[in-house]
Every structure is written in structure tokens, then in C-alpha cells.
């Protein structure tokens, strides 16, 4: 299994300036994704933080607006730029670990974002 | 991302009672089907997943029924708690494992003691 620690777990930031959130696991992960929950929303997949090289985006978010650092296999960042109210979102850490022999996705708490 | 479509919304089963939640989907390259479990504040957890080769798959009190065909496939929880209470979200990948989840957009459950 793993643990995922993310921080900050909320914050309110003011339209205009940037939040780098933290995701730190407690063990070696190969895979770490980052995921968007708007409020009362399903989750959306952001992007695969990819260690030692570029996130890979899904279609509608860019490396611009969602920077990504992976730069090992226990931890990642996501900074979210140029913040808009619309981006007041929970964002969640996930990796892929094992547990009892099969994979799963386990996830962070997540970090609360209200943009004002 | 393919688009997974889950049922109903809300949802409010007395203490006890069966609950159900229905999730459908285009995609056949799917090859595996989680429900995740969340409480207010916290991320989701893994609460049971199947894969297609199985039509059912049982852990305690949750089930998940899989029609391949129909390309449906529902959560069962028997003897439904007010402990239950939580929103549920299924999900599915095409890599076989955890990768790159595609979300339905969630039920909410109410178990009324």
C-alpha cells in the first residue's frame, strides 16, 4: 500500500498568483497522477507525473497553466498558475502501488483551493 | 477521455436495505472497474474493483455485478449501515490496472439509521 501526504490541505489564494501543491509518498511509486474534483464533481484526470521527464497532459489542461516537477519516485508538485476563481477545486495526489499482490490507485487527502 | 455514467445521483436506503448504484460505458477497451468510496474531506479509497474475465465479484458486504455484454456494471452493498453513508464513484481504465481512471460523476448515499 502507500500513503500520500499532500500539502497545503486548503488554501485561499488571491486571482492572479500561483499555488505549487505537494504530494510526498511514503514509498517508491513508478506512477503518480494528479486529479481535479470541482465541488460536488467526479475526479478528472490532470496529468501522469512522469519521473524524470515531462507530464503528459490530457486533453484540456496544458503545461502552462499546470506545471508539473516529478523529481524522484516519492514525490511530485503541481503548481497551479495564473489562478482564476474557476480553478477553486480540490486536487488530489494519486499513485499506483500494491497492495495484497494486486495494483490500486490510492490517493491523497487533497488540497482545497478556493480562489478569490 | 471516455465517458463513464453512473446512477443515481443520490440515493437513500433505510439502515439495513440493499443499495444500488449503476455505472454504463461506451468504451470496450475498458478492462477494469473500480468503486471508490469517499467521506467528506478525505480523497477517495479503493473499495472493491473487477475486471472483465468475472461477472461477479464479492468482499464482505460489497458486490460488484458485471455485464459485459450491456457493458454495465453496479455496486451492490447488502445490510447497508449509516457508516456507509459517503459518495461513490465508479471508475474504469484501459491499462487493466489503476492508471488513468475514468471517473463516473458520483452517488451520494444516505443510510438512515
Known amino acids: 500500500s502507500a500513503v500520500i501526504s499532500q500539502k497545503p490541505s486548503r488554501d485561499i489564494c488571491q486571482r492572479g498568483t500561483s499555488l505549487t501543491i505537494q504530494c510526498q509518498v511514503d514509498s517508491q511509486v513508478t506512477m503518480m497522477f494528479w486529479y481535479r474534483q470541482q465541488p460536488g464533481q467526479s475526479l478528472t484526470l490532470i496529468a501522469t507525473?512522469?519521473?524524470?521527464?515531462?507530464?503528459?497532459?490530457e486533453s484540456g489542461f496544458v503545461i502552462d497553466k499546470f506545471p508539473i516537477s516529478r523529481p524522484n519516485l516519492t514525490f511530485s508538485t503541481l503548481t497551479v498558475s495564473n489562478m482564476s476563481p474557476e480553478d477553486s477545486s480540490i486536487y488530489l495526489c494519486s499513485v499506483e502501488a500494491i497492495r495484497v499482490g494486486k495494483t490500486e490507485a490510492f490517493f491523497g487527502q487533497g488540497t482545497r483551493l478556493t480562489v478569490v | 477521455q471516455q465517458q463513464v455514467k453512473q446512477s443515481p445521483q443520490s440515493l437513500i436506503v433505510q439502515k439495513g436495505g440493499i443499495s444500488i448504484i449503476n455505472c454504463a460505458y461506451e468504451n470496450t477497451a475498458f478492462d477494469y472497474f473500480p468503486w471508490y468510496q469517499q467521506f467528506p474531506g478525505k480523497g477517495p479509497a479503493l473499495l472493491i474493483a473487477i475486471r472483465p474475465d468475472v461477472s461477479e465479484k464479492k468482499e464482505g458486504r460489497f458486490t460488484i455485478s458485471f455485464n459485459k455484454s450491456a457493458k454495465q456494471f453496479s455496486l451492490h452493498i447488502m445490510d447497508s449501515q449509516p457508516g456507509d453513508s459517503a459518495t461513490y464513484f465508479c471508475a474504469a481504465s484501459t491499462s487493466g490496472s489503476a492508471r488513468q481512471l475514468t471517473f463516473g460523476s458520483g452517488t451520494q448515499l444516505t443510510v438512515l439509521p
Open positions: 507525473a512522469n519521473q524524470g521527464s515531462e507530464a503528459t497532459y
